[in-house]
């Protein structure tokens, strides 16, 4: 029998919110409360710090806001990555007896993202597994991706590039070299590139969707059956904004 997952497919136009039901899905997956889920949303212009990163050492707040972009903390660790409406995002909610898990965070990695793998090369494009959580496409980063494990869910999230603005994601992300500092985990410096200049020509969204929910069929043998949020995730995604995501301590405060 085929496993199922629910497919959602809900995105806001405010990131704060969009941080907030990143976490409350997971955390009722693994209570029980929820399916398995795969997650595809967008933001707009925001930048998005790792849970232990420090701003003002990720980010360059005079271009956010020169650009009008939000600055948002999540959850999971991992490296800064910028996010407009030409990002496709996806997150993946399992509970941790699900079979394709195992007790090894960056086995988890290497077997959940084959699903983003699957899907690119329905695209047309080869991509690979490189270091530091990325995914990439004749060495440039493609995507980015930030997991936690925790209670009885594994949850991973990633950002993929399609028509993103390349030239905006440079000048608001500061990426230095080196990994760590006292003051918070670092991002790593990595060549970026979009789907739009790796296949010569922009490409919608609805296509992407179409080859990622390809991709995660084939690569793990499920079925991605469309479904909204249960009324539980609605109200704790309200209480995780309200109390958390919406406020300046958690976004600006290591």
């Known amino acids: 029998m085929v496993e199922e997952w629910r497919l959602v497919e809900l995105e ?8 907030a039901l990143e976490e409350a899905i997971p955390t009722m997956v693994g209570g029980g409360l929820a399916p398995e889920t795969l997650r595809f949303w967008r933001n707009t212009s925001a930048v998005v710090i790792g849970r232990f990163q420090c701003v003002e050492l990720e980010v360059n707040l005079e271009a956010c806001k020169r650009y009008g972009v939000s600055v948002v903390r999540r959850f999971t660790g991992g490296g800064a990555v910028y996010h ?64 936690s494990s925790s209670g009885k869910v594994f949850f991973q999230h990633g950002t993929l ?61 499920v079925k991605l059956i469309p479904e909204g949020l249960t009324s539980e995730e609605k109200e704790l995604a309200k209480r995780l904004y309200e109390m958390k995501y919406s406020r300046e301590k958690w976004n600006f405060e290591l």
């Not at 806001?12 to 941080?19: A, D, E, I, K, T």
């Not at 699957?118 to 530091?132: F, I």
């Not at 390809?214 to 043998?221: N, T, V």
């Open 12 to 19: 806001h136009q405010n990131p704060y919110l969009n941080m």
């Open 84 to 147: 407009d409406l030409g990002n496709l995002n996806y997150a993946i909610s399992l509970r941790k007896d699900n079979r394709l898990l195992q007790d090894d965070l960056l086995e988890n990695f290497k077997t959940l993202s084959l699903g983003v793998t699957e899907g690119l090369r329905h695209l047309g494009l080869t991509s690979e597994l490189g270091r530091n959580s990325l995914i990439s496409v004749k060495g440039k980063k493609v995507s980015g991706v930030a997991a």
């Open 161 to 221: 590039l399609v028509n993103t603005d390349l030239r905006i994601l440079s000048e608001v992300l500061n990426s230095p070299r080196v990994e760590a500092t006292e003051k918070g985990v670092r991002s790593t410096k990595s060549a970026v590139t979009s789907l739009r200049d790796e296949l010569g020509r922009n490409i919608p969204l609805s296509q992407v969707k179409r080859a990622l929910i390809a991709g995660f069929q084939e690569a793990h043998s």
